[in-house]
C-alpha cells in the first residue's frame, strides 16, 4: 500500500491513543512517542506500531503516537486506520 498524504486517527482521550502518519524521505520507519508510561510501555507500542506497518508493507513514514494509555488492539486499530486513511483506499468492510 502506497502513503500518499499524511493522516491522523484517534484521540487524546484517555484509553486511547493519537496516529499521525507523515511520508518522510527514507525507506525506513520511523516512532515518535509520547506517553505517561513510555518508560514502562515504550518498546510494546513501538513493536504493535512496527508490525502494523509491516502488515501493510509500509515503508519511509514517521508515525507520531500521542499515548494515552491505549491497549494493544486499539493501538494497531488507530495505526490501521491511519494507513488508510493516508493511501486514499476505500475499505471493503464486507472483506473483512
Known sequence: MKI??????GTLESSDIQITIVVNDSNKNNIVLESPVKHLFEEEIEAVIHETLKKHHISGVTVKAIDKGALNCTIAARVQTAIYRASGNEIDWEAL
Open 4 to 9: 500518499n498524504r499524511n493522516a491522523v486517527a
